[in-house]
């Protein structure tokens, strides 16, 4: 299995450093608000690395953190008057909700930030001991970045002409403006009721510390592997490893992988432009969660992925396709040119993630079905599946559809025989809005579950 890593920019075999296991950490989601399509792009992503790692017969331990105390979500928590955690745990929730709608396997840890504050408070303490970090006047502690000479590495930038010494209290900036940056933040009056007691006094701690501490814990001092958006590269995850390797002296992650942005029908996602989706809007609109992760994981992580309506309307028609194909599919053994299909699908997979060419190994893999029969071919669906994850293998015969289903059905074949299209077309929304996806041939209608 090859990945490109952002540190030393080239593709390089993934090998596990220790007991054919991979260790993963990927940053997660910061819960003020529901997560939108651009996250779920990076989600969708890892999720594929972690499905094929595992195809590949490699372990895996994935820890994925939940940022749940930050400027964004204090802001929240304190402009609704709740308690911090209440507010967050609406889009805790509604993120492991969202997660399993887009068949996204789970993560083993999902370590909260709240709940490891003594660790983040310690790494701290060690990073002021050996003298990269200093309490400022007003009560934060600063890692004060001409202290650590790898500074820039992962961002592949030389930081030397503008470390000005100025300082950075903000979890973001970007480039032009890099200076020491806040790992415990002094408590002030809009924080209200959060903070927590340190030996600087109280306060909360930085964004980027956050993971430091958390991945350290659960993956070790060193490890084989980080992931995460485009955006989080700089500052956050350069700032990460600055913290770590400070404090421990060692390389901190031997492989960074970054997934790059996601388009809304060819445009930067805003609410100006009113092309800001959540999940829940695009399932709203009579998406399946099936539908959406094939869009997220059709494209290469590293170019653009333009999300827009009539991709969605593809992966439909394609899904129906699939579907068609794999419902008269059988076990047995696998003929010759499947097997080809399967070696296709795994070289591109292993190539850097090349899902567009895994696709086409999977549809070649219909096409040749639909010549040949199917039988044999339904082990190498399956196999193809486990990294795909989103091929339907349930009970599609004519009873398992459900009554209220069936009667749509009905009525939608008594408008077509009298050519009423409208009706027709909204009987088929109806039954899409119910689970299952109708599909016209000139045998009559078919119907499976989407
Ligand atoms: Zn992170």
């Known amino acids: 299995m090859r990945v490109h890593n952002s540190l030393t920019r080239r593709v390089e075999d993934l090998v596990p450093i220790a007991d054919n296991e991979i260790r993963l950490y990927t940053c997660g989601p910061t819960v003020y608000n529901f997560a939108h399509i651009g996250n779920f792009r990076a989600y969708a992503f890892e999720d594929v690395l972690r499905r094929v790692i595992l195809f590949n017969g490699m372990k895996i331990r994935q820890v994925m953190n939940l940022t749940d105390v930050d400027d964004k979500t204090i802001r929240g928590a304190n402009a609704a008057g709740v308690p911090l955690r209440d507010y967050t745990k609406t ?10 709608t887009l068949n996204i396997q789970p993560a083993e840890v999902y370590p909260a930030a709240t709940d490891h504050i003594p660790e983040m408070i310690a790494l701290v303490e060690r990073l002021v001991e050996k003298g990269v ?23 592949h930038i030389d930081f030397d002409n503008q470390r000005t010494g100025a300082r950075c209290a903000a979890d973001e900036y970007d480039k032009e403006n890099v200076g020491d940056f806040a ?3 002094a408590w002030e009056p809009s924080d209200g009721p959060v903070g927590w007691d340190s030996p600087w006094g109280r306060g909360r701690p930085g964004w980027h510390i956050e993971c430091s501490a958390m991945s350290m814990k659960y993956l070790g001092e060193t490890f084989d592997l980080h992931t995460g958006g485009i955006d989080n590269l700089f500052p956050h995850h350069e700032n990460e490893i600055a913290q770590a390797e400070a404090a421990t002296g060692k390389p901190f992650v031997k492989t960074w992988m970054h997934c790059a942005h996601l388009r809304v029908n060819g445009e930067k996602m805003s609410k100006s432009l009113g092309n800001f989706y959540t999940l829940r809007d695009l399932m709203e609109k009579g998406w399946s969660g099936r539908e959406i992760r094939y869009v997220l994981v059709n494209a290469h992580y590293r170019s653009g992925l333009n999300f827009a309506f009539d991709a969605l309307e593809d992966a439909r028609r394609s899904l129906e396709r699939i579907d068609r194909c794999v419902a008269k599919a059988t076990e047995g053994a696998v003929p010759a040119w499947a097997a080809a299909r399967l070696d296709e699908f795994s070289a591109a997979v292993n190539d850097d993630l090349n899902m567009p060419k895994a696709f086409a190994a999977l549809f070649a893999l219909v096409r040749d079905a639909n010549v040949n029969g199917a039988e044999g071919t339904l082990g190498v669906f399956r196999r193809m599946d486990e990294v795909l994850g989103v091929i339907f293998f349930g009970a599609k015969a004519a009873d398992d559809i459900p009554a209220d289903v069936q009667a749509m059905l009905d009525a939608r074949a008594a408008a077509r025989a009298e050519k009423n299209w409208a009706e027709s077309d909204r009987l088929r929304d ?9 599909t016209d041939s000139k ?8």
Not at 91 to 97: E, Q
Not at 142 to 154: D, E, N, T
Not at 443 to 450: F, I, L, N, P
């Open 91 to 100: 889009y805790k929730d509604a993120f492991f909700a969202d997660l399993k």
């Open 133 to 155: 970090a200093y309490k400022s006047d007003d009560g934060s502690v600063y890692f004060g970045v001409r202290k650590f000479p790898g500074y820039g590495k992962l961002a």
């Open 183 to 185: 790992l415990w933040k």
């Open 430 to 438: 109806a039954i899409a809005a119910a689970g299952w996806v109708v």
């Open 443 to 450: 045998s009559g209608q078919s119907c499976v579950r989407r």
